[in-house]
């Protein structure tokens, strides 16, 4: 170096203090590399441990679902009140600003429209050079356990958490629920687990009863789906229940921007979530929030 000179001396080595070694907040995640665990940490935030994502991704099978025919008009002004971006990389391109700056759960997954009966059979939908290219900070892949594609799904898991792997990016194990398929507490326990076992860092799935079993049972954290929309009191209890029996966090949509007060519901979901919020005090906030924006 040039100045190598004249430079002030190293001396504060703190020979008395051990390596500082802390658990990690995440989960299952203590043995995963650090660039993993970087975009871990701009999910789950690190001083709650906990999530909140918004999901938008239903286009990708559903066409033009309500509340998010004009994403750019539905969802800018809710990015930033989430702590994730859950989408497809057709909807990230065209309709959402770049600089929301929040970490991305790209869909990476594409199969059968609602038009066909059985969707299970879905295929990898993302290159993994394409995620990197959109600064991917974890990849979703849907799985059908015990429909007539399970072994396939399953595959495009294990595959995608090795191609995610190579470059540091997580990959978060969604399961689905087709017409035919059970949601009992077996069925989401049995699921849950397997997505961990193949390597998921994060399972998205349903609240059922017993859901303290279903979190327990599983090694990587749970984030629970909001389902279609129900009255926004109804959905409050779910954010609740779910965080109460071990979820880290939700990734929601309908129960979102479907309401008559998107960033209400948003801001009340998130204070339950990380601040520990009731039901009814959430919704409080939620109203308030209306009011302030009507
Ligand atoms: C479907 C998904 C969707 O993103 C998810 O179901 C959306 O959330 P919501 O059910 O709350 O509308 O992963 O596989």
Not at 132 to 153: D, K, P, T, Y
Request: hydrophobic content about 40%; aromatic content about 6%; overall charge negative.
């Amino acid at each position: 170096m040039a100045d190598k000179d004249g430079m002030v001396l190293a001396k504060e080595y703190g020979l008395d203090c051990p390596p500082v070694k802390e658990a990690f907040h995440i989960k299952g995640m203590d043995h995963v590399d650090w660039g993993m665990k970087d975009r871990l940490s701009r999910i789950f935030r690190p001083d709650t441990g906990k999530t909140v994502m918004l999901a938008f991704d239903h286009g990708y099978i559903m066409g033009a679902t309500a509340g998010l025919e004009r994403l750019d008009l539905s969802i800018n002004p809710l990015a930033p009140y989430a702590d994730a971006l859950m989408a497809t990389r057709g909807a990230l391109r065209t309709c959402i600003q770049p600089n929301h700056n929040k970490p991305v759960i790209l869909r990476a997954t594409a199969g059968s429209t609602v038009l066909k009966d059985d969707m299970s059979w879905e295929v990898s939908g993302v290159d993994i050079d394409d995620a990197v290219r959109i600064n991917a900070s974890c990849l979703a892949v849907q799985a059908f356990v015990g429909a007539n594609g399970e072994c396939r799904s399953l595959e495009n898991i294990v595959r995608t958490v090795d191609s995610g792997a190579r470059y540091g990016i997580p990959t978060m194990g969604v399961t689905a629920v087709g017409k035919e398929m059970e949601r009992t507490p077996r069925y989401f326990m049995l699921a849950t687990r397997v997505l961990a076992e193949l390597g998921a860092h994060i399972v998205k799935t349903y609240y059922c009863d017993d859901f303290e079993k279903v979190t327990a049972a599983c090694p990587v954290p749970i984030v629970v789906a909001g389902g279609k929309k129900t009255s926004e009191m109804d959905a409050l209890h779910l954010t609740y229940k779910a965080i109460q029996d071990g979820a880290a966090g939700v990734d929601m949509g309908r129960n979102v921007f479907q309401s008559d007060c998107p960033v209400g519901m948003l801001r009340a979901i998130s204070a339950i979530v990380h601040d520990g919020l009731t039901p009814p005090q959430g919704f409080d906030l939620y109203q308030s929030v209306k009011s302030q924006l009507a």
